[in-house]
Each structure stands twice: as structure tokens, then as C-alpha cells.
């Protein structure tokens, strides 16, 4: 039986995260670089370029603008910039991304439980049960469409494609770029097909092509005229899949279990939250390991908060130049999400370990995880701060990680490295 497929697919992803979290790139040319960094999604590893803008290193996405004028992905940035003088090169953010398309796979599940990550940036969603008829599902998506404005921000676009299957779900997305809005009910699947080059299907790729081109085959339509067997006797099992393609069929089901093994996604209930860094020197200088330990406990606190929990136990750790490390743990009655109360238990068990060796690294881990609300603060200094911290936390939200920051920590910087953060740090 049909199904009814909603293929979700970013336009210019990346750039767009960034031209949503940055104003001054909007409308404007760049082109997201780096090297060496990855994101880990659905078990598949993205290349993501992290390092800054580098002469040798590749545009991994280029922004609508940047589109216009030629730039393509892969492209060097070399290349790109002779293309297009005023490109801006903007080094990627791994993180930033990973965050945000958290945020679309968990709307993605208000609407169905069967989500497939297909990439960073696309899904496939089966929403047969949940719309029963296509009038139904174009109202979904324009649902998903509203959400995605509102929770991630008006810059991040997407093209939305609704099919049969999976292959025409996919290929309906892209007839429309940006931000488009396809429907392929199955009567229209050939006029689909028919309209569009061979290697526009996911799955035929440029020497398949190539190879169909020598046996006379140009379109869908002679792909379908041309006997099985001897599609089958030129490319095996393979054969078989193209001819069915043709016909705008495809039996490839949601695999929805993928969508559980994005961070954060999860059903299960996180057991703690933690963050380490390795500082970017050794160093015996009490201020600087303070500073660090107060920015990891406000991302700890961050995502506590986010996740609607507050931490009973508190773990410090810190390891020394020559590896040798400490840790220790603080129990309080009180639960709590209040990055500065977090830093504070920290750093009265860390604070008298300074001992002969240089620190070289710091972290923190709060555990014994409740949904109970943390308590208010007795002293006013730090109940006005408990008073912005919603503000904040919508401002994070909407902006991502970074958008704020104390005053104290100014001249601290987090340097996101290719392995992110250590989540979760076990101690
Ligand atoms: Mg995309």
C-alpha cells in the first residue's frame, strides 16, 4: 500500500544557521569553511570544517546569495573566492548546527513517532496514520513549516517535498528551492519523473548515468520501456531497483530508529550532565581555572534547564600536567540548576588541590537528576540573577549557545574543538 512521505530538506544549512545567529551576514554572499572537523549524526560522520578559514580547505555549504553568484559546495575557497571576490568565508560551528537540528528532529516528533534522520539536514517522515490523505499532509507540513520559523528562527528554510515513497518524497523537495512546498500524490509520479534528468533521482549518481546514456537510455520514460532482464543482466540486483524507480516506486521503509541516536534525543532519562576542557596551557594561575570551571557550570546548568532538570550531586574534577588527576563529589539537598551555585560546590572541592604539577584540565558533572524545580536563593544578589536567567535561557534558545555571557568570563573563550565538548564526561 501507498504511504505518505514528508521529505524535510534545510536549504544552505549551515549558512543559514549562521546567518539567522549573526544579522550582518544576512543577505549577504558567504561561504561556511575549515578543516578537519566532523559532526556525528545518525552513525554517519559529516565533514565539517572547523579551524578557520584556510586557504586549502573546502566551502562546505555556500549561502542562497553565494549560490547565485556560483559558488558551490566543495568548491576551495581559493576557487570560490575568484568566482566571488565578496565572499565572505565564515569558519563552521559544529555544535551551533547539532544544536539546531536537535531542535527540528524533536518538532519533527510532535507530528509522527516514524522520523528517519536521513542527514544533518533531512528527514524523511511517515505520516500515513497521522494525515491519512494528502490534503491532510501538505497541512502538516505547512504545521512543521510554522514551528520551524518560530523555534528556529525565519533565516532557516527548508524545501518540502510529499510523496508515495521515500524517492519521490525526496525528488518532489527538490523541484523547489528555497523554501518550496511540492505535493506528488502517486497518479503523479511519472509526470514527476518525466520531468526531470536522470541523475536528479537519489541514488543514480553521474557514472550510472553515464552507463545508462551508452545502452540509449536518456529519460525515465526509455529507463521504463527497457526490458528488465536486461536491466537486471547489466546491473544485477541494481537493475531491478532502477526499474522500479522508474516506475516511481520504491519499497525503502522509515528506518526511525536512527532518530534515537541523536544526542538529546533520547527517551531515556540522561543519568548526569557534564562538561570538561582542557585548558588551552597549563597553568598554576588560580583565576584562570576559576574562570573556566564558572563557564562549564553555566553549560552544565544550561542544559539542565533546557531539559527540565536540577542536579543533587555535584562531581569536580581536575587533572595536572603530568596526568595525575582528583576528583570529588558534594551531595545537596536542594536540588539545582543555577550554573553559579554549581560553580560554587565545584570550586570549594577543587580550589585547595593546587598543588605542585600545572592544571591542565577541568570539569564538572552533576548528577542525581530530578524534575523538581531548583529552590530560590535566600541572598538578593543572587535571586536577581535567578530573575534574568529565563530571559537568558530563551535568548540561548533562539540564538544558540554563546549569545551571553558574565561579565567575568569575557576574556575566557571556549575554543570548540572537532570533538566538541566532552558531553557526559564519565568520572
Ligand atoms: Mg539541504
Redesign the pocket.
Known amino acids: 500500500m501507498d504511504k505518505i512521505i514528508i521529505h524535510i530538506?534545510?536549504?544552505?544549512?549551515f549558512a543559514s544557521v549562521e546567518q539567522q545567529a549573526n544579522p550582518l551576514l544576512r543577505g549577504k554572499p558567504i561561504g561556511i569553511t575549515g578543516k578537519h572537523g566532523s559532526i556525528a549524526m545518525s552513525g554517519q560522520r559529516i565533514k565539517v570544517n572547523t579551524d578557520g578559514v584556510h586557504d586549502r580547505s573546502v566551502i562546505t555549504t555556500a549561502s542562497m546569495e553565494a549560490k547565485l553568484l556560483g559558488v558551490k559546495t566543495a568548491m576551495s575557497t581559493w576557487e570560490a573566492r575568484k568566482i566571488c571576490p565578496s565572499l565572505i568565508l565564515w569558519p563552521g560551528d559544529p555544535h551551533k548546527y547539532s544544536e539546531i537540528t536537535e531542535r527540528f528532529n524533536k518538532i519533527y516528533n510532535d507530528f509522527t513517532t516514524k522520523v528517519e534522520a536521513f542527514?544533518v539536514?533531512?528527514s524523511f517522515l511517515d505520516v500515513t496514520e497521522e494525515a491519512g490523505d494528502y490534503f491532510t499532509a501538505t497541512f502538516i507540513a505547512q504545521m512543521i513549516r510554522a514551528r520551524l520559523r518560530a523555534e528556529c528562527g525565519e533565516h532557516i528554510t527548508a524545501?518540502i517535498g510529499i510523496g508515495p515513497n521515500k524517492l519521490m518524497a525526496k525528488l518532489a523537495s527538490e523541484s523547489m528551492k528555497p523554501n518550496g512546498l511540492t505535493v506528488t500524490r502517486p497518479e503523479d509520479t511519472l509526470k514527476l519523473l518525466d520531468s526531470r534528468e536522470l541523475d536528479d533521482l537519489c541514488g543514480i549518481g553521474p557514472r550510472i548515468k553515464q552507463r545508462l546514456n551508452m545502452l540509449g537510455v536518456e529519460t525515465f520514460k526509455q529507463l521504463r520501456e527497457f526490458p528488465l532482464d536486461s536491466l537486471e543482466s547489466e546491473f544485477n540486483r541494481y537493475g531491478t531497483w532502477l526499474h522500479e524507480a522508474a516506475h516511481g516506486r520504491d519499497s525503502n521503509v522509515i528506518q526511525s530508529s536512527t532518530v534515537h541516536g541523536l544526542r538529546g534525543m533520547s527517551t531515556e532519562t540522561p543519568k548526569s550532565y557534564g562538561h570538561s576542557y582542557t585548558l588551552p596551557r597549563n597553568t598554576h594561575d588560580k583565576l584562570i581555572v576559576k574562570r573556566y570551571l564558572l563557564g562549564l557550570a553555566d553549560k552544565v546548568a544550561w542544559r539542565m534547564r533546557r531539559d527540565n532538570f536540577a542536579a543533587c550531586r555535584i562531581t569536580a574534577f581536575i587533572r595536572y600536567g603530568d596526568f595525575s588527576s582528583h576528583a570529588e563529589q558534594r551531595t545537596f539537598y536542594i536540588p539545582t540548576n543555577d550554573g553559579h551555585k554549581l560553580f560554587q560546590v565545584a570550586w570549594q572541592i577543587i580550589g585547595n588541590c593546587f598543588a605542585g604539577e600545572p592544571v591542565r584540565l577541568v570539569g564538572l558533572s552533576a548528577s542525581k537528576l530530578t524534575h523538581k524545580p531548583g529552590q530560590q536563593s535566600l541572598f538578593k544578589k543572587e535571586q536577581k540573577i535567578q530573575s534574568v536567567l529565563p530571559a537568558l535561557d530563551s535568548l540561548q534558545h533562539r540564538y544558540g549557545t554563546g549569545v551571553w555571557t558574565r561579565g567575568s568570563l569575557v576574556k575566557t573563550h571556549f575554543k570548540q574543538r572537532s570533538s566538541g565538548f566532552h558531553f557526559d564526561h564519565l568520572v
Do not use: A, L, Q, V
Open positions: 530538506d534545510m536549504n544552505s544549512y542527514s539536514d533531512e524545501s
